[in-house]
C-alpha cells in the first residue's frame, strides 16, 4: 500500500507537532511554511502537562522537558510587590501529573523541527487551498512551485488563517478582545527574583526564567486594536509598568527596543461548525483562537495535532476526520471561554472591581496552592487517546535532564 500522503500549511508549533505526529503514523509528510525560515514570531511558551504528555505520544515528550529552565516556585503579585497567591512545583505536579515547562519558542521549534525527515520542511513557500478534496478524491494545494496532492491537508496557518476561510467563508473570523500583548527575552538580572505573573489596574506583567540565562517576560494591557506606542514600545512599557516592583524596571532597561514583539489579542468569535471539511483538518489558533492567560494556546495546538494523528491511524481519513471535530470542538471551545473569563479579571481597571478581586485571590491564597491552581482542572490533566500504547515511545528517547518547574 502506498504511503498516505499529508500536506501541513503552517510551520508553528502546531503544525510542526502535526508533521512529526502523523510522520510517526506512517504518514508522507510535506511542512509549507510561508516566512523564508522557520523564525518563530514570539519569545517563551508555557507547556503545561497535557500538552507534555500528547508529546509524549511520539517520544518528544521528554525533550521539551528539558527545554525548562525554570525551577522555582512562584505566583500572583502585585504592583507593589504584595503576594496575592503563591503556588509549588510539588502541588502542580499532584495536580496534575507535571509541572508546567516554559521554553523559548525556537527552542521547541528547533526539536520538533529536527524529527522530520530531511527535505519536509519547505520554507518561503506560501500556499493556497484550492481543493479540500472528498471521499473520492484528494486535497489540492497551490503553491509557487506547482500544485500539491495529498489524503490530508492541516490547515495550522494561525489566527487569520486562510485555510479556514475556504473552508467556512461564511463564517466570522477571530474578534479583537480589546488587549494587546508584548514579549521579550532579556538577559536575567543580578538581583534575584521569583517568577511570577503580576496584575494591576487593566494590565498586567509576568517574568519567567529562560534555562540559557535569560529571562522570558510578557506584558499585557487594554488597548485600542492596532495601537501605534507614541516614541514606540519600550516607552509605552516604561509608561505602563516602569514603577512596578523588581524586577520589571530591571528588564526594562535591558530590553532591546527592536526585539519587543507586539500583538493584538484576537479570540474565537464563534465557534466553528466543524475542525474539517472534506480532506481538510484546522488546528490550533486557525481552528480556535484564544486569549493567553490560561498559557494554552500552543497547548491546544499540541494537543489537536495527536489527536488528530490519533485518529487517523485508527479510522479512515473521511471517518477519522469526523472523530477529530467530535473530540476537539467541544473541548477547545471550553477552554476558549475559560480562558476569556480569565482574561476579563486582568482587564478589571476600576479600584472597587479590583478591591474584590483581590480579595478573592487573597482568600483562594490562604486555603492553600490547590484552590489556586484549580483553574487548570480539567485542562491540564488532559491524557491524549490510547496514552498506553505510546510509553515505549517515550522510552525511546530519553534525556538526562528532566525540569521540575511550574508556573505562577
Avoid at 112 to 135: C, F, Y
Avoid at 165 to 178: D, Q, S
Amino acid at each position: 500500500m502506498a504511503q498516505p500522503r499529508a500536506v501541513v500549511i503552517g510551520g508553528g508549533i502546531g503544525g510542526l507537532t502535526a508533521a512529526c505526529a502523523l510522520h510517526h503514523a506512517g504518514w508522507n509528510v510535506t511542512v509549507l511554511e510561508r516566512a523564508p525560515a522557520l523564525e518563530p514570531v514570539g519569545a517563551g511558551i508555557a507547556l503545561a502537562p497535557n500538552a507534555q504528555r500528547a508529546l509524549d505520544t511520539f517520544g518528544a515528550g521528554d525533550a521539551v522537558r528539558a527545554l525548562s529552565g525554570w525551577q522555582a516556585d512562584g505566583g500572583l503579585r502585585l504592583p507593589d510587590g504584595r503576594w496575592l497567591s503563591r503556588t509549588s512545583n510539588e502541588a502542580a505536579a499532584r495536580r496534575f501529573g507535571g509541572p508546567v515547562v516554559v521554553a523559548h519558542r525556537a527552542d521547541v521549534v528547533g526539536l520538533l523541527a529536527a524529527r522530520l525527515p530531511e527535505g519536509a520542511i519547505r520554507t518561503g513557500s506560501p500556499a493556497a487551498l484550492t481543493d479540500p478534496g472528498a471521499p473520492d478524491r484528494p486535497a489540492r494545494v497551490t503553491t509557487p512551485d506547482g500544485d500539491l496532492e495529498a489524503e490530508l491537508v492541516v490547515g495550522a496557518d494561525g489566527i487569520h488563517s486562510a485555510v479556514r476561510a475556504a473552508l467556512f467563508p461564511g463564517h466570522p473570523a477571530p474578534r479583537y478582545t480589546g488587549a494587546t500583548v508584548w514579549r521579550l527575552v532579556v538577559p536575567r538580572p543580578t538581583t534575584p527574583f521569583p517568577a511570577h505573573e503580576t496584575w494591576g489596574p487593566g494590565r498586567l506583567w509576568g517574568t519567567v526564567p529562560l534555562r540559557d540565562g535569560r529571562v522570558y517576560a510578557y506584558a499585557q494591557a487594554v488597548a485600542p486594536a492596532r495601537a501605534v506606542s507614541p516614541g514606540g514600545e519600550l516607552a509605552q512599557l516604561r509608561r505602563l509598568f516602569g514603577d512596578w516592583h523588581h524586577p520589571v524596571p530591571d528588564i526594562l532597561d535591558a530590553a532591546d527596543p527592536a526585539a519587543i514583539l507586539r500583538n493584538d489579542v484576537h479570540t474565537t468569535a464563534r465557534p466553528l461548525p466543524a475542525f474539517h471539511r472534506g480532506r481538510v483538518a484546522l488546528l490550533g489558533d486557525a481552528a480556535h483562537a484564544m486569549a493567553p492567560n490560561l498559557g494554552q494556546g500552543g497547548c491546544q495546538a499540541i494537543e489537536d495535532a495527536v489527536v488528530l494523528a490519533h485518529a487517523l491511524a485508527t479510522a479512515a481519513p473521511h471517518d477519522a476526520l469526523g472523530e477529530y471535530t467530535r473530540q476537539r470542538l467541544p473541548r477547545t471551545t471550553a477552554v476558549v471561554r475559560r480562558s476569556a473569563r480569565v482574561a476579563r479579571l486582568t482587564r478589571l481597571s476600576s479600584p472597587l472591581a479590583r478591591a474584590l478581586r483581590t480579595a478573592a485571590l487573597t482568600t483562594a491564597n490562604r486555603l492553600g496552592p490547590r484552590v489556586a491552581l484549580r483553574g487548570l482542572d480539567g485542562v491540564a490533566d488532559w491524557r491524549p487517546p490510547g496514552e498506553d500504547r505510546h510509553r515505549d515511545a517515550r522510552a525511546a528517547f530519553p534525556t538526562s535532564q528532566t525540569s521540575s518547574s511550574t508556573t505562577p
